[in-house]
Structures are given as structure tokens and as C-alpha cells.
């Protein structure tokens, strides 16, 4: 996902006749980001649970569900 989005952002670059080019992270950096996604999705679940806060449930489920998505896109790079 990652590579397409950097590939249609250059065709936007081309077409707008402007030069900004986007990282292409590393895999180790996808793993690392990945688990502090993990960590702090799961700190923000448990905080909702305990402190009975919807918000914060909320939070760390999105955060989790992005942690298993980046981890997807780890495996794919």
C-alpha cells in the first residue's frame, strides 16, 4: 500500500509540476512501528476498560486494528 500511494503522489508531483518526494520506510522501521502501535493500543484499551472510558477503548481497538494492518504491510515490503 505504501508503494501505491508513493506512486500516485508522484503522478500528483508530475501533473502539479512540483518536487516532494515521500520516504520509503525500511522494514525494520514498519516492525518497530508496529509494535509501539501494539503497545500503546493496548495500553489505551486497558485504560478505557478500567477507567470505564469509551474513548480510550475505542482508541486502542483503531490503534490495534492499524498495528495488524501495518504489520501486513511489513510483510508485503
Known amino acids: 500500500m505504501i508503494k501505491e500511494v508513493n506512486q500516485a503522489c508522484t503522478k500528483l508531483n508530475n501533473t502539479l509540476g512540483i518536487s516532494v518526494k515521500l520516504p520509503n520506510p525500511?522494514?525494520?522501521?514498519?516492525?518497530?512501528?508496529?509494535?509501539?502501535?501494539?503497545?500503546?493500543?493496548?495500553?489505551?484499551?486497558a485504560t478505557g476498560i478500567i477507567f470505564s472510558s469509551k474513548c480510550c477503548?475505542?482508541?486502542?481497538?483503531?490503534?490495534i486494528i492499524g498495528s495488524v494492518v501495518l504489520r501486513k504491510e511489513?510483510?508485503?515490503?
Not at 525500511?26 to 484499551?45: D, Q, Y
Not at 511489513?74 to 515490503?77: A, C, E, G, R, W
Request: proline share 0%; net charge positive.
Open 26 to 45: 525500511e522494514r525494520k522501521a514498519l516492525k518497530t512501528a508496529t509494535v509501539c502501535n501494539l503497545i500503546v493500543g493496548a495500553g489505551l484499551l
Open 57 to 63: 477503548a475505542v482508541l486502542g481497538g483503531i490503534e
Open 74 to 77: 511489513s510483510k508485503l515490503y
